[in-house]
């Protein structure tokens, strides 16, 4: 692959990395809630859903899935529903201190939902299969362009995991208080809800 068209695929895909929206807010959240390395690994979750995102875009699946309406409807429909009960989860949250105990059993469903979140979010279909295609030159070895492509996502991903999270660690001096991690937490549950409704109502294109 062409080091020039690497080297400009990393900031613009950096910055779709680093847009707001529901997996980043998650992992700002958990990170306030349990700690760094839970929220970070909660996001491997994310990482999983998007390699399989990744590689039906490689073999042209998620082409075909895209075009059909009916299986993107069943997507959509699938990420709203999910996205308001994380909302109405976290708006009945408890704000009270947990233990490390607690942060350890917790990790995997944290993964779980976060792999869940994007994996039913067919806004990030429409990444795979219209952004990343652009720099890929059809002349040479589509498979490994896809490879170089993806990991590099990937690794910005991780990246922006780390952020949000490191951001999240930041907001716990500020919300110590019940009250003001309640109010976070309900913000957080608001978001969550109105980017549900958004994605359950936009159309396909």
């Known amino acids: 692959m062409e080091i020039w068209k690497l080297l400009f695929f990393i900031p613009v895909c950096f910055a779709l990395n680093m847009t707001p929206g529901p997996n980043n807010l998650l992992s700002m959240n958990n990170a306030r809630c349990y700690g ?3 929220a970070f690994i909660a996001g491997l979750g994310r990482i999983a859903a998007f390699s399989v995102m990744i ?3 490689a073999s042209g699946l998620a082409v075909v899935l895209y075009a059909s309406e ?5 997507i959509k429909i699938l990420g709203a529903a999910y996205l308001l009960w994380i909302a109405y989860n976290l708006w009945r949250s408890e704000v009270s201190p947990v233990s490390e105990i607690a942060i350890i059993q917790n990790r ?3 993964a779980k939902q976060e792999f869940v979140l994007a994996a039913g979010n067919p806004k990030a279909i429409l990444i795979f299969t219209a952004f990343l295609p652009q720099f890929v030159d059809v002349s040479a070895s589509v498979n490994e362009q896809f490879f170089v492509l993806g990991s590099t996502f990937l690794i910005l991903e991780l990246a922006a995991i780390s952020i ?17 991690a309640k109010r976070f937490n309900r913000a957080c549950a608001t978001f969550l809800a109105v980017s549900g409704g958004n994605l ?3 159309r396909q294109q």
């Open 36 to 38: 760094f390395r839970s």
């Open 55 to 57: 590689a039906l875009a």
């Open 108 to 110: 995997f469903s944290l």
């Open 164 to 180: 949000y999270a490191m951001f999240g660690i930041y907001l716990r001096q500020w919300f110590s208080k019940p009250q003001m």
């Open 70 to 74: 009916t299986l993107f409807l069943t």
């Open 200 to 202: 359950l109502f936009s």
